[in-house]
């Protein structure tokens, strides 16, 4: 199987502190892949350093085998890297209807044209209407995007992520802050929007990370401590020490 | 529940339409050009009849006028309102655009180059986009105060150069040409102020509706998302500084138009032109008008165009109140003359708009007292000011008042003072008015 992300030997100081100590770790092609770790563990950080929105201290990221180190976001998200932000990170005076459909316009190859209007392009605004019925604010669709309710803005993060068709996809917790029954509902819009595309997911809620994920990393205090399935990482005795101990007395998460 | 597990991407077995399908539908009517075609075909209308209806030379001097800021600040605003970069150097595009314009317009005359005159505009459109290109290849990097600096820089740094080169920019006097000198346009040789009217109107009519269609493209679309949210934009495949970069270009295209109908209105440019001043009036008509909407500079461009020539011609004090007007618009109406017109939408929509229109009209009385006290007392003191010349007259209104007695003072002072505090007191019941009017009508989801 072939690698869709490769991460070798990632370092990211923060003035004197080093925060992301040196990580290596390689996503599979396809393959559901979450991050857990404490709070301050530096997996958004992590996250920021793969999608261009950090420079990296020392490592080397490769995307499909190929060099993405120095690059821009924007660069990075056309070589098929898309995603979402922990905090959410939307347009807010733009419609809702908007907001996925810029998510849509370069991967539809639209670029910066200005010999074409917007609104001609059946294409465009019906995918960019299926992303909003997928997500299920299709009756939003006319609202500012900053008004919507907080669960609705977490929806249209994820939107406008996956509306481009990334091959590789990355959350950064999906569900955070969402009731029960939201999450439910997330986790099977991730399952279904994931099918057949790598996803990369950094989720605290264990249910939804024993649920989704084909392989789990722990990442704490800025070094992977365990890779594996989740059977391995629960079976894992240097991850019940560091982190699962608290979940499994706390949560009755593991068993 | 908000997040919810709809499958329904598909059409659904019974034919019926998908609910996404109608939506794309409604985007998509609703965004169609044809919709605004009623809009343009009155807006050709209007520019058609003016001359008839306003037929006096200095009308038409004062339409060809706001012909020519109307696409000023139209093009200012792909910056500030739709782009969100703030300029303080827009002028630059608009004069060396007008300035090169000039200089094409004596090569006609004297070296013979063929160029009918309705041409000029586009090449002064060139000519702005040929400085546009790189001075937004390095001022679009940073959107901000960065950009705005280097806006001020650039502005300050043209404006030198055009005192310095006199060769080029004509020192004091300026650079000055003759429009009639190039081939006849079916017949027109563009002697007449209204044979320029309607040359003109034509150029702000193709002008406005490319700069509206550049709005709805990609480029147009996701210069709204960069404004909005530039690192967000970076993460959907956009650089926004190239997005920035582009609207840029196109905003100093169409700002070098304006140059160019400049010079053919007046044939003649100066140092005045491109200098901060300008950019700073650019500026004030946009954002009068509201940057927020498309038709907001065409706004702010008709009224502060007829305050510099009608206000200007009774009173030396009128860049004063188009002060006040601009600080007033900042503090109480950041969304500009049209925001305060589109905020009674819902009202009007609802048909409620009548009893707000009745508690406008009782707040209207207290507002022309304190407008005609204080308009009174700022003129008298004008006067009073310069007496060391010996005029104690002020004419305001019609009216000849002594301002070395007291009378006037006091009626200005009790008319200011008393509809100050008339219209303090009605301001809750306005605003009342006003959620009542407006609240049920957006109110429920
Ligand atoms: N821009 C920054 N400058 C300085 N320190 C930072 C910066 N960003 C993050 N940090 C620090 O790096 C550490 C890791 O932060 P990060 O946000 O990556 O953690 P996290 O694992 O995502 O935590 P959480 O689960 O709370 O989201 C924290 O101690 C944080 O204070
Ligand atoms: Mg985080």
């Known amino acids: 199987m072939s690698a869709a992300l490769q991460m070798q030997g990632v370092r990211k ?5 080093e925060i992301i100590r040196g990580i290596d770790l390689e996503i599979r092609s396809g393959e559901r892949h979450a991050i857990i770790g404490p709070n301050g563990a530096g997996k958004s950080t992590l996250f920021h350093l793969v999608s261009g929105k950090y420079s990296k201290t020392a490592g080397r990221i490769l995307l499909n085998g190929e060099d993405v180190t120095g690059l821009e976001p924007y660069q990075i998200n056309r070589k098929g890297l898309s995603r979402s932000f922990q905090i959410t990170n939307i347009f807010p005076r ?40 997928e997500i299920g604010l299709l009756d939003r669709c006319d609202l500012p995007a900053g008004v919507l309710a907080y669960a609705e803005q977490r929806a249209l993060e994820i939107g406008i992520t996956i509306a481009g068709g990334a091959e590789v996809i990355m959350l950064d917790e999906p569900t955070a802050g969402m009731s029960h029954s939201e999450t439910e509902g997330v986790v099977a819009l991730i399952r279904r929007v994931t099918e057949g595309r790598t996803l990369v997911m950094v989720e605290h809620d264990m249910g939804v990370v024993f649920d989704l994920a084909d392989r789990i990393s722990v990442l704490v205090y800025g070094e992977i401590i365990a890779t594996g399935t989740p059977e391995e990482v629960r079976a894992s005795r240097a991850v019940q020490e560091a982190y699962l101990g608290a979940v499994d007395s706390a949560g009755q998460e593991v068993n | 529940m908000s997040v919810n597990q709809s499958t329904t991407t598909g059409a659904t077995a019974d034919g019926v339409e998908p609910a996404w399908k109608r939506v794309a539908d409604e985007q998509m009517r609703r965004g169609a050009f044809s919709r605004t075609l009623p809009v343009w075909g009155a807006a050709v209308v209007i520019l058609m009849i003016m001359p008839l209806v306003f037929p006096s030379a200095v009308a038409v001097t004062i339409m060809n006028q706001m012909g020519i800021s109307i696409v000023f600040a139209l093009s200012y605003n792909m910056l500030l309102g739709q782009g969100g970069m703030l300029s303080f150097g827009h002028a630059v595009y608009f004069g060396l655009g007008g300035f090169l314009s000039v200089h094409v317009m004596n090569s006609v005359e004297y070296d013979g180059w063929w160029l009918p005159l309705p041409l000029l505009p586009l090449v002064g459109g060139l000519f702005g986009l040929a400085f546009a290109i790189p001075i937004g290849g390095f001022s679009t990097r940073r959107a901000g105060t960065v950009f705005a600096m280097i806006s001020l820089g650039v502005g300050e740094l043209v404006a030198a150069c055009s005192i310095i080169f006199v060769a080029f920019f004509g020192g004091e006097e300026g650079v000055s040409g003759d429009r009639t000198m190039g081939p006849p346009v079916f017949g027109f040789e563009f002697l007449s102020e209204v044979e320029v009217y309607y040359l003109t109107a034509g150029v702000v009519l193709v002008a406005a509706l490319f700069m509206y269609l550049f709005s709805r493209t990609p480029a147009g679309r996701m210069a709204n998302a960069v404004r909005d949210n530039e690192e967000r934009a970076e993460f959907v495949g956009y650089s926004q500084r190239y997005v920035r970069f582009v609207s840029f270009c196109a905003s100093g295209f169409f700002a070098g138009m304006a140059g160019g109908l400049f010079a053919i ?25 509201g940057v927020g909407f498309f038709v907001g500079p065409i706004v702010g461009a008709i009224v502060l165009t007829l305050l510099q020539t009608v206000l200007s011609n009774h009173t030396e ?22 925001g305060l017109v589109a905020m009674h939408g819902p009202a009007l929509r609802s048909g409620r708009l009548g009893p707000l229109v009745a508690a406008y009209g009782v707040a209207l009385v207290p507002l022309v007292a304190f407008l005609a006290g204080a308009i009174l007392l700022l003129e008298m003191g004008n006067v009073a000011n310069q007496s060391v010349v010996g005029e104690s007259e002020a004419h305001v209104f019609g009216l000849s008042l002594d301002v070395s007695t007291a009378p006037p003072w006091l009626v200005a002072a009790v008319l200011a003072v008393g509809g100050a505090y008339a219209l303090a007191r009605l301001a809750p019941r306005l605003r009342d008015a006003f959620g009542r009017a407006t609240g049920a009508a957006g109110g429920a989801p």
């Open chain 1, 94 to 133: 733009l419609s809702v209807f908007e907001n996925v459909r810029c998510g849509l316009l370069w991967a539809m190859e639209y670029r910066n044209s200005f010999w074409r209007l917007v609104d001609t392009e059946r294409e465009l605004n019906e995918r960019a209407a299926q992303i909003l019925d």
């Open chain 2, 317 to 338: 004090l009128w860049q004063l109140y188009v002060g006040i007007l601009f600080v007033l618009t900042v503090m109480y109406a950041p969304r500009g003359l049209t």
């Open chain 2, 265 to 289: 209105n007046y044939e003649i440019l100066t140092e005045e032109n491109l200098n901060l001043v300008t950019s700073g009036w650019v500026l004030l008509m946009a954002f009068i008008g």
């Open chain 1, 13 to 17: 100081n923060f003035g004197p502190t």
